[in-house]
């Protein structure tokens, strides 16, 4: 079975204050892997798509690292509008289409 | 504004009633995948539609149905509700029906069985 595990489960920074958060997987045949970012009460909203070991993307304060275990994201010099929970999310087969499978995701709160 | 609609934004029920949540994809979008997010289970995919047929299936309960229309348009139909349906619904849609070009979602919809 397909797993996601996100880590830590929460995090508190201050700001300015940089941090990684982990995305660690075993799928068979990963298509690719999704970062999101959910604000409570609303909906997932994309960040980056990485499709193979060694890919990186950047975004702002943001970047996403691959490797063929885990994903990293990131944060560099956070400020209090980035606190959010950061979902992972990784494609794979299933029947004929591919579903992303999701982790638990990571709560991050900024303080001023 | 994702381009993903869903409705309504909240629902409040009883037990053992149906709903019906609705969605509509992004403009030009032919796939929709629906998904329940409760606090202790994270976002679970239920099912996925793609041009009107269903494509995948992930864990959906037998009590629960959905169906996409001709004009692309899904509805996930809930029946005989529990308590333990409570939680946030989100609809999601692609491109294509492998995601290849990425997941929007929609702003959800909170169900609360009472």
């Known amino acids: 079975e397909d797993q996601v595990t996100q880590s830590p489960e929460a995090l508190r920074l201050q700001e300015g204050e940089s941090s990684s958060l982990n995305c660690s997987y075993t799928v068979s045949g990963l298509r690719g892997l999704f970062w999101y970012r959910q604000d409570p009460g609303k909906g997932p909203e994309f960040l980056f798509t990485?499709?193979?070991a060694g890919e990186e993307k950047e975004k702002e304060r943001l970047k996403a690292t691959l490797t063929k275990k885990e994903s990293f994201l990131h944060i560099t010099a956070p400020k209090p509008e980035d606190s959010a929970t950061y979902l992972c999310?990784?494609?794979?087969?299933?029947?004929?289409?591919?579903?992303?499978?999701f982790g638990r995701g990571t709560s991050l709160i900024v303080h001023p | 504004d994702s381009g993903v609609t869903q409705t309504p934004k909240h629902l409040i029920t009883a037990t053992g009633q149906r709903v019906t949540l609705r969605c509509s994809p992004r403009?030009?979008?032919?796939?929709v995948y629906w998904y329940q997010q409760s606090l202790d289970q994270g976002l679970q995919f239920l099912i996925q539609?793609?041009?009107?047929?269903?494509?995948a299936k992930g864990n959906i309960l037998e009590r629960f149905s959905a169906q996409q229309f001709p004009d692309l348009h899904s509805e996930l139909n809930l029946s005989s509700l529990e308590l333990g349906d409570s939680a946030l619904y989100f609809c999601?849609?692609?491109?294509?029906?492998?995601?290849?070009?990425?997941?929007?979602f929609g702003s959800g919809t909170r169900l609360t069985v009472v």
């Open positions: 403009s030009g979008d032919l796939s």
């Open positions: 999601a849609s692609s491109v294509d029906g492998q995601g290849d070009y990425g997941y929007t």
């Open positions: 539609y793609y041009n009107g047929e269903e494509r």
């Open positions: 990485l499709y193979s």
């Open positions: 999310a990784v494609q794979a087969p299933s029947g004929g289409s591919y579903i992303p499978t």
